[in-house]
């Protein structure tokens, strides 16, 4: 079974540019969720998505941060402008029905460094 | 208050070693709990779940005190491939669901 897919694995981008991350769940899952996990601490939940609904957004920074899941599979995530403080790892996760939240399956994560 | 608390480590331990985890949590309305591992440079993966009466999964054993809001991981015989960082995870009421919680993690590294 194909994992949590995510796009690209690393970038580099300047101060007040835009980013835009990709994430295609395992088929069949209609929770994704997307962490942010800066070094040295754990992953912090931005938002969930329930097929193509919003579940949870209340730790997404919404001035700059955006998300969507249209047709309720693959998903992206973008920044626009990026900070500083953006550098991170961005994971992607996917539970399948039924799991409450309990089995998360995760990506590679993109790797974000901003200068 | 941090919801979910760890030390950090690093603990360096030699093979054969056995070593112990801990963390505390802060919201008493948790659910379920867990333990991840993260290998350097990856991503996080489930290594067990925790259990209000003690599960053991090979050489791991994992203890929940609800009352104390503790969990603790303790890892028996330790084996070069250990060396990982261990995520104590916590199951918390969100804003539209339960989502979960992780601690910073505490990083073990296992010495020949």
């Known amino acids: 079974e194909a994992g949590v897919a995510q796009s690209p694995r690393y970038k580099i981008i300047e101060k007040r540019q835009s980013v835009a991350f990709w994430c295609n769940p395992i088929s069949g899952h209609a929770t994704l969720y997307w962490y942010q996990q800066i070094l040295g601490q754990g992953p912090k939940l931005l938002i969930q998505f329930q097929n193509n609904g919003v579940v949870d957004d209340s730790q997404l920074p919404k001035d700059r941060f955006s998300a969507e899941r249209l047709k309720g599979v693959d998903s992206t995530l973008k920044i626009q402008p990026a900070k500083l403080e953006d550098s991170a790892v961005y994971l992607c996760?996917?539970?399948?029905?039924?799991?409450?939240?309990?089995?998360?399956?995760f990506g590679p994560g993109t790797r974000l460094l901003v200068l | 208050r941090k919801e979910v608390e760890q030390d950090p480590g690093p603990f360096n331990v030699p093979e054969g070693a056995t070593v112990a985890f801990n963390c505390t949590y802060s919201n008493s309305a948790s659910q379920s709990f867990f333990w991840y591992r993260q290998d350097c440079r990856k991503e996080p993966k489930l290594l067990m779940s925790v259990y209000s009466s003690g599960n053991e999964d090979g050489r791991f054993t994992a203890q929940l005190n609800r009352a104390s809001q503790y969990i603790s991981l303790l890892i028996r015989d330790s084996k070069l491939s250990d060396s990982a960082t261990y995520l104590c995870?916590?199951?918390?009421?969100?804003?539209?669901?339960?989502?979960?919680?992780f601690g910073k993690g505490t990083k073990l590294s296992v010495i020949p």
């Open positions: 996760a996917s539970s399948p029905p039924g799991s409450g939240a309990e089995t998360q399956y």
């Open positions: 995870v916590v199951k918390i009421p969100g804003a539209g669901s339960y989502q979960l919680t």
